[in-house]
């Protein structure tokens, strides 16, 4: 059957002390309704209602969906009339789901499960069993017939003694649901409307209501401060480390390693501890990632390793290279199989050719460099006059001294040598020799400056 999503994400957070609406503080890189929306798209829901109101104009620059409704609710007046915004987008025909915009880690496979429990009943809720429920809504039950939540305040002892609480999240029939929420009444102490008083309301109409179990509790556990979004960031990447692990990766600590997009792996990849992933990154088979690095947007080749702290963004790396350690390649840099930077070495937009080394105190920048060429240390490509940057091309076997300087545009032919030291401004033909230096003089007996 056909169904829609409602999201609630129109509260402001006040405790999270913060000017940025709370649900688009981030977990795992992403605002964590944005996490939460992603999580629905993968359903092929018809439509996402997103009920949004403080901060709207950073909501609509900072989130997306192909599906993506966006209802206001200009006043802040309880669940239920969150709900209600969206009403005029939903069909009588349809199932309607109910989720909760600072609950992240929702998974995929438990929203299908509501689903599932859905089209078994009239209304299903999504409900967990807390060790300690103290302060939260109970669930009722009559021979396995959810017929009501009760709040602590309200319970007694016995009811007190239920573990099962539920989550705020719920699906149900678009029909119903309309004909709950014009029913529903602000008489309480805060003058708000509330979506869990449908559940009396199904349950007065003789309706059947099931709940649906998340996998783990974490997967329901909202943000309401900046202590639960760390909480929920390390569940999500000790969860991202978990399946990684599944998958054949091996951490030297899972518990310091952070995952902020998609990472594709081969077999035997190790990773050190605090490694940080970003964007999309694919890693080879037999690949070793070191301690304290950082990639992002990139890939890498087979049997490559990567030493200690280096930043690897937007960069191309091929079989059998080894990278760093302190070693930074910018967007466009593409390393060749059994190339090798060192310490201390920044490419950008430039080309290492197959079993070239730069090894150490380098730049490269809008720069190729043929095969086994050797770029010696404190080696720099001039690329930028201030206005225009222009292209160094270093052809195969080409040595370069240490300390040169290589002003674009300029070409170093094949097998050419730089004496260290060097100015490069011009050509230089394959298998010559360029020195280009001031004259060192000598001064016998001179007199060293002495303090005055």
């Not at 087979?302 to 930043?311: G, K, L």
């Not at 760093?324 to 430039?350: D, I, S």
């Not at 940057?389 to 032919?413: D, E, M, Y």
Request: glycine share 8%.
């Amino acid at each position: 059957m056909a169904f829609s999503v409602v999201i609630l994400a129109a509260g402001k957070g006040t405790r999270m002390k913060s000017a940025l609406p709370k649900v688009l503080h981030k977990v795992g890189g992403l605002p964590m309704v944005q996490r939460i929306i992603n999580t629905v798209d993968a359903l092929d829901a018809n439509n996402i209602h997103l009920i949004y109101g403080h901060g709207k104009t950073q909501l609509k620059a900072a989130l997306q969906g192909d599906n993506l409704n966006w209802c206001l609710q200009e006043e802040q007046l309880g669940t239920g009339h969150a709900v209600k915004q969206a009403v005029p987008h939903i069909s009588d025909d349809e199932d309607v789901m109910v989720l909760v915009g600072d609950a992240p880690l929702i998974r995929e496979e438990t929203l299908a499960k509501l689903i599932e429990v859905k089209s078994r009943c009239d209304l299903a809720l999504l409900t967990v069993e807390l060790d300690d429920p103290t302060g939260m809504g109970r669930i009722i039950r009559e021979n396995d017939n959810i017929t009501a939540i009760v709040e602590h305040k309200d319970a007694s002892d016995a009811q007190r003694e239920i573990k099962e609480i539920n989550t705020g999240m719920m699906m149900m029939s678009g029909q119903d649901l309309k004909r709950w929420l014009n029913a529903l009444s602000n008489d309480n102490a805060q003058g708000e409307y509330y979506l869990t008083d449908v559940i009396a309301m199904a349950a007065k109409e003789g309706k059947r209501i099931n709940a649906a179990h998340p996998q783990d509790i974490v997967e329901v556990e909202g943000v309401n401060n900046r202590l639960q979004l760390a909480h929920l960031e390390r569940a999500l990447q000790r969860r991202h480390a978990n399946e990684l692990m599944m998958n054949g990766v091996t951490f030297a600590d899972p518990n310091r390693f952070d995952l902020r997009g998609q990472l594709t792996t081969g077999e035997d990849v190790e990773i050190d501890i605090n490694v940080i992933v970003e964007g999309t990154v694919i890693l080879g088979n037999n690949v070793k990632i070191g301690a304290h690095c950082i990639l992002r947007n990139c890939e890498i080749a087979d049997n490559t390793v990567i030493e200690a702290n280096s930043i690897i963004e937007e960069a191309l790396v091929g079989e059998y290279c080894t990278v760093g350690p302190y070693a930074r390649l910018r967007p466009g840099a593409v390393m060749h199989a059994k190339a090798k930077v060192g310490n201390f070495v920044e490419m950008k937009k430039a080309v290492l050719g197959e079993g070239a080394k730069a090894n150490h105190l380098t730049y490269l920048g809008d720069a190729t460099v043929g095969a086994n060429a050797n770029i010696g240390a404190g080696t720099i490509t001039c690329n930028y006059d201030g206005v225009n940057k222009s292209k160094t091309t270093i052809g195969q076997n080409a040595f370069i001294g240490s300390n040169s300087s290589l002003v674009a545009p300029v070409t170093i032919g094949d097998n050419a040598t730089v004496g260290a030291g060097s100015v490069i401004t011009s050509k230089v033909d394959e298998n010559a020799l360029a020195v280009a230096r001031g004259k060192q003089r000598n001064i016998a007996n001179w007199p060293r400056p002495t303090k005055k």
